[in-house]
């Protein structure tokens, strides 16, 4: 038993000196990745900009092709004749009626029958221009209030009939709360800026038109100083090469790629010592000798690997993606103290714990300290 | 007043800016994006927040009304001011804010040494929206 509990101590010992092992080829590490970071990053960032647009386009002409998907589930042939025979049809197709919508129309664009998020096609879009979208076909984008929508019409023939495919684009509120937040189908691209246009199929786009054939549908912008951000201005066309939207990429600056690296590399160097801190504290603490009172020396070695512990964990709250959890916080709760040692529930409850753990240590070596020591001086 | 804000945010220094927040009660504390925060704040929560804040974005501009508004009906004013500022970390400058503090007067308990009270000020909440 003894041999066995000496064995577990000593993993504890091996695990923390590796750990610390660890934390110094971070610390080496984040040392020279910022070289390797600088090295060319104008190139690779537009590089990388070039490869997000790619993406951002694929990703609408899959939602382009998703509309075109749905209307062949209808075909025209093979309709019922009764409006409230439709409605079956609309509720097995699948959509998410939350973000998609169908609906018949008759021809003049008023509603018969809808399932899901539709508008009504005879009040956003004037007769003129509904027949013209009839006739050219392909899908586009209809601003109404806040809401953006991917529509497409599927006329059916009989007596001007058609159906009307809706895809909530995006949803831009002019307020924000947490309860009225901003929604785009496309994703907004992880470690860019993103910004998006929406145009409205009776916007005149002809001046993107004019302005993108002159830069091979992208337009790079000119960083004024090397290493700066850079931005990327490109359309977003629909199946027959209209303009739907114009989207602007930019990179971050290398002063901003950097910053964030280092904070990256700080976390898990913070992560990686607290770890090694943690075992060795558990190796000092469960030494049979202060477990049993007769060595003061692991329980104080311990005692100080708390507090290193304890203050190891105080520039977490300082790193961006720390800062942002609700329970790092000083609006959550934080009162005043030393260096922040009571800044937000989190820093409340480590000193707590550290409080704590320090006056368990005292304890235990107290209690258990033998009668013949506690008493020694005395007699 | 507006001298002591104006300090307060050109400096960076949120421990200035404590010494204008009211003691009695909370704050609503209310910053649109990048900072996102409603919230009813203690006087020290208030203090550990704009610490938070001012580690992460450093003021470029702040201009305070120099003319307070009152309010009808109450003794307290409103000290307009407008705000910019730069993250740290990304460079990304934030262009002006419009930043609103309500403060109302003060009548601090006499002092020992018998002199008379002297009239504070003190912002009982803060408020701010983009330009």
Redesign the interface.
Same mark, same amino acid.
Not at chain 1, 333 to 336: C, K, M, S
């Given at each position: 038993m003894p041999g066995r509990r000496f064995r577990s101590r000593r993993t504890l010992l091996v695990a923390s000196l590796a750990l610390v092992v660890l934390a110094l080829l971070v610390g080496v590490l984040s040392l020279t990745l910022p070289g390797l970071l600088s090295k060319d990053y104008d190139a690779k960032s537009l590089a990388a900009l070039r490869r997000q647009a790619a993406r951002t386009r694929q990703e609408f002409s899959a939602l382009i092709a998703a509309l075109e998907a749905r209307q062949a589930l209808f075909p025209p042939a093979v309709m019922p004749a009764e409006p409230q025979d439709f409605f079956p049809l609309f509720s097995r197709a699948g959509l998410d009626p939350e973000r998609d919508g169908i609906a018949l129309c008759n021809g003049d664009g008023f509603l018969e029958t809808w399932y899901g998020d539709v508008l009504s096609p005879a009040v956003q879009i004037d007769r003129e221009d509904l027949e013209r979208q009839k006739k050219e076909g392909g899908s586009f984008l209809i601003r109404s209030k806040a809401t953006v929508y991917l529509v497409a019409l599927q006329p059916l023939g009989n007596g001007g009939r058609m159906l009307a495919h809706f895809t909530r684009m995006a949803f831009i509120p002019q307020v924000?709360?947490t309860h009225i937040r901003e929604f785009h189908a496309l994703r907004l691209p992880a470690g860019f800026d993103f910004s998006i246009d929406y145009w409205d199929f009776r916007e005149d786009v002809e001046g993107f038109g004019k302005f993108f054939a002159r830069h091979q549908d992208q337009f790079t912008g000119e960083p004024r100083q090397k290493n700066e951000i850079q931005t990327l201005f490109f359309p977003l066309r629909n199946e027959k090469g209209r303009i739907m939207a114009t989207a602007t990429l930019a990179s971050?600056?290398l002063?901003?790629r950097l910053?964030?690296t280092r904070?990256v590399l700080r976390l898990i160097l913070l992560l990686i010592l607290i770890a090694a801190a943690s075992l060795a504290l558990a190796f000092f603490w469960s030494s049979p000798g202060f477990l049993r009172g007769r060595n003061a020396v692991p329980g104080l070695a311990g005692a100080v690997l708390l507090i290193v512990v304890r203050l190891l964990a105080l520039p977490l709250g300082?790193l961006?993606k720390i800062?942002s959890l609700g329970l790092f916080?000083?609006?959550v709760?934080?009162?005043?103290s030393w260096r922040?040692l009571t800044?937000?529930p989190v820093d409340i409850f480590l000193t707590s714990l550290t409080i704590l753990g320090l006056a368990a240590c005292l304890a235990v070596y107290a209690l258990r300290r033998p009668k013949r020591f506690r008493f020694a001086r005395r007699g | 007043m507006a001298a002591r804000v104006q300090a307060a945010f050109l400096q960076d220094s949120p421990a200035l800016l404590r010494e204008v927040l009211t003691a009695d009660g909370t704050i609503p504390?209310s910053l649109p %994006?990048p900072l996102s @925060?409603?919230?009813q704040?203690?006087r %020290?929560?208030t203090? @550990?927040?704009f610490?938070?804040i001012f580690?992460?974005f450093k003021t470029t501009e702040f201009t305070a009304d120099p003319e307070l508004s009152t309010l009808p009906g109450s003794p307290g004013m409103i000290l307009k001011a407008r705000w910019s500022f730069r993250n740290k970390?990304?460079?990304?400058q934030y262009p002006l804010r419009r930043l609103y503090f309500f403060i109302v007067p003060v009548i601090p308990p006499p002092a020992e040494t018998g002199r008379r009270p002297v009239l504070d000020f003190k912002i009982v909440e803060i408020r701010a929206e983009k330009l």
């Open positions: 924000r709360s971050p600056s002063t901003s910053t964030a904070e300082e961006e800062q916080q000083p609006a709760a934080g009162f005043v922040g800044g937000s | 504390v %994006e @925060l409603a919230d704040l203690s %020290e929560q203090y @550990l927040v610490d938070r580690s992460v970390r990304t460079g990304v």
